[in-house]
């Protein structure tokens, strides 16, 4: 008997508990579409949705070492490199009464990337051509980034020296959640079918459970531009630009708690897409979320007998 075994394999998963997805900074993770009247000045909300879903479906490749206790038990380690899909976190979209222009929208993005470790135990009848098993155990992370792109655009008017003139803003950013450690739970059925001496090839469900909490966000990527246009002829008057490195501590740097108060540095105003916060010289505070990175899927791969 094989003492000792390498595994390489690689397949698809599909979320199985899809929820609600946590907010992108003050945007809830909605689907909505208002309209702007120009005659009041105001937006109503013409609809809305909550978006749901699971940071569990995407494709992982793994990397297993495993020994053979006996013929019937072996315990095995594997490495997963996982990627998800990318998610539609929240989007809001806003139009001018009775047509089809655009005057506001924010669009946000998110998909996972994660290494984790995965111990196990595997149990087999030990059977010498197609050998059925099991495999149940625990997952414990390793690293990993829940990364947020979001798209905001607004046009609007404004007044400058006597002659009024039309704005453009434009946004874009890349954001990146660090989670907390946390523990997770892994179940495989799977065959075995010998293909050569020594060679096996592996087919298999997987059923993985991971729960992430975040613990803190860092905005990596920051574009911003505010045009001044001349209604009469759409020339750009001028421009204004902001990149990350002219955001404040506030707003490119957040902590999650469990409790917002009165101490919690939360925003207290905001000029265009600008933020300001009680103290703009601290990380911003903002609620904790929870996201589940696990799925059920599928796993074909080869195992090599040593």
């Given amino acids: 008997m094989s003492r000792f075994y390498v595994k390489i394999a690689g397949g698809y998963y599909f979320s199985v508990f899809p929820g609600q997805f946590p907010k992108v900074g003050s945007y809830e993770p909605h689907d909505e579409r208002l309209v702007f009247n120009p005659a009041t000045g105001a937006s109503v909300t013409v609809s809305e949705k909550v ?60 998909y996972v990337d994660a290494i984790d470790f995965a111990p196990g135990v595997v149990m087999s009848p030990g059977l ?5 098993y099991v495999r149940f155990g625990l997952v414990v992370p390793l690293w990993g980034r829940l990364n947020i792109e979001t798209d905001a655009s607004r046009s609007g008017t404004a007044a400058v020296g006597g002659q009024t003139v039309r704005t453009q803003l434009n946004v874009h950013r890349n954001e990146k959640v660090k989670p907390n450690v946390t523990l997770g739970f892994q179940g495989a059925l799977g065959v075995a079918f010998p293909v050569a001496n020594k060679l096996d090839i592996i087919v298999e469900a997987e059923y993985r459970n991971i729960p992430v909490r975040s613990k803190e966000k860092e905005v990596t990527v920051y574009d911003e531009t505010v045009a001044l246009i001349n209604p009469a002829n759409g020339a750009v008057i001028s421009t204004q630009h902001r990149g990350v490195d002219d955001l404040s501590t506030a707003e490119r740097h957040t902590k999650y708690v469990t409790t917002l108060d009165q101490s919690s540095n939360t925003p207290v105003g905001q000029q265009g897409a600008e933020v300001s916060y009680k103290d ?27």
């Fill in 51 to 110: 978006l749901t879903g699971s940071y569990g479906a995407g494709g992982r490749g793994r990397l297993s070492f495993g020994w053979n206790i006996n013929q019937y038990i072996a315990v095995e380690g594997t490495f997963n490199y996982y990627r998800s899909k990318k998610n539609l976190m929240t989007r809001e979209e806003t139009t001018v009464i009775n047509t089809s222009t655009t005057v506001g929208k924010v669009e946000s993005h998110g």
């Fill in 128 to 132: 010498k051509k197609v050998n059925p």
């Fill in 280 to 306: 703009d010289s601290k990380p911003a505070n903002e609620l904790k979320s929870y996201i589940n990175i696990g799925g059920l899927g599928g796993n074909v791969g080869l195992r090599w007998r040593f």
